[in-house]
């Protein structure tokens, strides 16, 4: 059972910032496609943002864009979600996730149905 690990979350006022890591093993990574999802209590879990590792095409929600980027370093096999200005409406449990069939579908909004390896979580909190 495979589990990707998140590092990074924290409590944070409005306007802050935050940067998330998400290390991969190499046979996750090479999945090509890596995200990040979150949940907020009450609500389904939404993608935040994903990467095509192959190219470092990327995809970020609407309601993130222009505060966070998404990005890779392809030779530590890691992924990172910088987070900038955020808001409390940004507090939830922040996943890291990858899809082995996704493609290049990665570049485009894609559900979690399709994920293949979830981390656990790492909570973000924004006050």
């Known amino acids: 059972h495979v589990q990707l690990v998140e590092s990074g979350g924290g409590s944070v006022q409005a306007g802050g910032s935050l940067r998330l890591s998400c290390p991969a093993p190499e046979y996750v990574y090479s999945s090509n496609c890596m995200g990040w999802f979150r949940q907020a209590p009450g609500k389904e879990r939404e993608e935040v943002a994903s990467i095509y590792t192959d190219d470092s095409s990327t995809y970020l929600v609407d309601s993130v864009k222009g505060r966070f980027a998404i990005s890779q370093d392809y030779a530590k096999n890691t992924m990172y979600l910088q987070m900038n200005s955020l808001s409390p409406e940004d507090t939830a449990m922040y996943y890291c996730?990858?899809?082995?069939?996704?493609?290049?579908?990665?570049?485009?909004?894609?559900?979690?149905?399709?994920?293949?390896?979830w981390g656990q979580g790492t909570q973000v909190t924004v006050s």
């Open positions: 996730a990858a899809g082995r069939h996704v493609g290049r579908d990665c570049a485009g909004p894609w559900h979690a149905s399709r994920v293949d390896f």
